[in-house]
Structure formats: structure tokens, C-alpha cells
């Protein structure tokens, strides 16, 4: 059974800086990874994806302030946020998208929440 499993979400002031981590079970990674998040009353979005190769792309208001990281052999994926904004407060959902053989398929961990607030 493939699981993804959030960790290191809370409250955080502004201007400050969190880690979030997602472990995986079940399932290697072999294709892109990813962090997303939903505000209340939003869409889901991507933040940050890191592909298998290590190329990272983010959403244009996370660049410069958030890094997305994976580490293979632990099967991880982490996101520092640093520069904190009220405007990233959210759920935020690790992803993975994974290739068995010809088939690919898409997994969500269960999300954690993020709230950036004095």
C-alpha cells in the first residue's frame, strides 16, 4: 500500500520559516515529486515540484522564499519555507507521480496545515 505522509506543518509567524517533510512508503520514487496547497474557499496549486533528475520549478510567489528537496535513498521529499507570508497560510499536500512499468499513477499524502499569522 503506496502512502505519503506530511509532516512539520504548525503556526509560524511572519518572516519565519518552517520544514515541511513527506515520507513515502509503498512505492519508489521514479518520476516528479511535488508539493501543493489549498487555501480555504481555493483550488489546489502547485508550489514546487523537483522531477527525478533534481530540476525544481515553484509558483512564481514562492520562488526565492521556499526550496524544495528530495532525498532518494530515504524516499523523501522536503519543502523549507523561509519568508514566511500570511498569504502561504494553507493545507499543504505532498504528491508523487510514479511510473509501474507503462502504467503511472498519482499519489496525495493527507495534507498538513500551514498558518502564517502574528
Known amino acids: 500500500q503506496v502512502q505519503l505522509v506530511e509532516s512539520g506543518g504548525g503556526l509560524v509567524q511572519p518572516g519565519g520559516s518552517l520544514r515541511l517533510s513527506c515520507a513515502a512508503s509503498g512505492v519508489i520514487f521514479n518520476d516528479n515529486t511535488g508539493w501543493y496547497c489549498q487555501a480555504p474557499g481555493e483550488e489546489r496549486e502547485m508550489v514546487a515540484i523537483i522531477t527525478n533528475d533534481g530540476r525544481t520549478s515553484y509558483e512564481g510567489s514562492v520562488k526565492g522564499r521556499f526550496t524544495i528537496s528530495r532525498d532518494n535513498a530515504k524516499n523523501m521529499v522536503y519543502l523549507e519555507m523561509n519568508s514566511t507570508k500570511p498569504e502561504d497560510t494553507a493545507v499543504y499536500y505532498c504528491?508523487?507521480?510514479?511510473?509501474?512499468?507503462?502504467?503511472?499513477?498519482?499519489?496525495w499524502g493527507q495534507g498538513t496545515q500551514v498558518t502564517v499569522s502574528s
Open positions: 504528491y508523487a507521480r510514479v511510473w509501474f512499468d507503462t502504467l503511472v499513477r498519482r499519489y
